[in-house]
């Protein structure tokens, strides 16, 4: 189905992590909150405090609004910016993955569960050690393992941890060295911490060369969601200041991938964000735009389209607004 139409239109809403839960779609979005203050470029504008849960019982269906599943005041480590949030399942149980400032204003990612895909959760009272920056999202292998894939650069704070450690004022990245890319950490069998330190994925060009900082149409911004299809692993972004929904694929979970092209040309505001889901045999791409705003970047609601494969694996290019 063509449904290009905000999903519900009473709360602004971005950054829509879409999960198929016993046979329901579910949707993990941000929660924009209108004013009137200005953009900067450490997306200041963002100042979400809350997160609600969407369902629909199948693509046809109407889209239901949960409620409040969690709200800052109930996250003692986190001071502002709930950002773009994700869940998963494992034995019964449902994880919410979200990142947000610490006290310092340092980005983190937390987690909160409950025995309901819609909530309430219940966080935990520290984040996640290790985690910095945000967009986190998980892949449930096919062997039972959990990754999570997280990062964005300038406001998403990614360039502060390119050496490992956090350093405040980052060296600038030369146009013509490698590209930074999210991290990857496989998740503990607890769902509440990191198997391993996280590191960061590289994605490389056809000659296996590194995406450079400067290919700004194709290198790694913010947003990353990982599925798999036909048993390869697919790496998408958002390219930020290009605006493009772009994919890599690998073999490995941890990468490399390798560019293959763009899933998503511009949507009407500055970001860009998206999940992929399966349902019923068909693929879907959620993402947002500021339609229902007339443009106000912090002002965002979030649709869903059908996406396509091409015979090798490829993915048609979606034109938001018609092809
Ligand atoms: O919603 C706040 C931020 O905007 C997200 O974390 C980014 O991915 C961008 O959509």
Not at 18 to 46: C, K, M, N, Q, T
Not at 82 to 94: I, S
Not at 148 to 168: I, S
Request: overall charge negative.
């Amino acid at each position: 189905m063509e449904q290009r139409e905000p999903l519900v239109r009473h709360i602004f809403t971005a950054d829509p992590s879409a999960r198929v839960f016993d046979d329901r779609i579910y949707i993990y979005p941000s929660h924009d909150l209108p004013h009137d203050g200005e953009d900067d470029d450490e997306g200041g504008e963002y100042i979400m405090e809350d997160y609600h849960v969407l369902s629909m019982d199948g693509p046809e269906a109407e889209c239901v609004d949960n409620g409040e599943a969690l709200n800052m005041r109930d996250v003692p480590w986190v001071s502002r910016q709930m950002w773009a949030p994700d869940c998963v399942c494992r034995d019964g149980k449902y994880y919410l993955y979200f990142p947000a400032k610490d006290r310092s204003g340092v980005f983190h990612i937390g987690v909160a569960v409950s025995d309901s895909p819609v909530g309430p959760f219940k966080a935990e009272e520290d984040y996640i050690e290790n985690s910095m920056s945000i967009d986190p999202a998980i892949l449930a292998d096919d062997d039972g393992r959990f990754f999570m894939y997280n990062g964005g650069l300038w406001g998403g704070q990614l360039e502060r941890w390119q050496t490992g450690t956090y350093t405040e004022t980052p060296e600038e990245i030369d146009r013509e060295d490698a590209s930074l890319g999210p991290f990857v950490a496989e998740l503990a069998e607890d769902m509440k911490s990191f198997k391993e330190r996280p590191r960061m994925v590289r994605i490389l060009d056809g000659n296996g060369e590194p995406i450079k900082a400067g290919d700004e149409d194709r290198r790694f911004f913010e947003g990353p969601w990982m599925h798999k299809y036909n048993g390869l692993y697919y790496l998408s972004y958002s390219t930020g200041t290009t605006h493009y929904i772009c994919y890599a694929t690998g073999e490995d979970p941890r990468g490399p991938f390798t560019y293959r092209g763009r899933i998503l040309e511009p949507v009407i505001g500055w970001t860009t964000h998206h999940s992929i889901t399966e349902y019923h045999g068909k693929w879907y791409l959620f993402y947002h735009d500021c339609e229902l705003s007339g443009g106000i970047n912090h002002r965002r609601n979030v649709k869903f389209t059908e996406l396509h494969y091409n015979p090798d694996g490829t993915i048609q290019t979606i034109f938001p607004y018609g092809d």
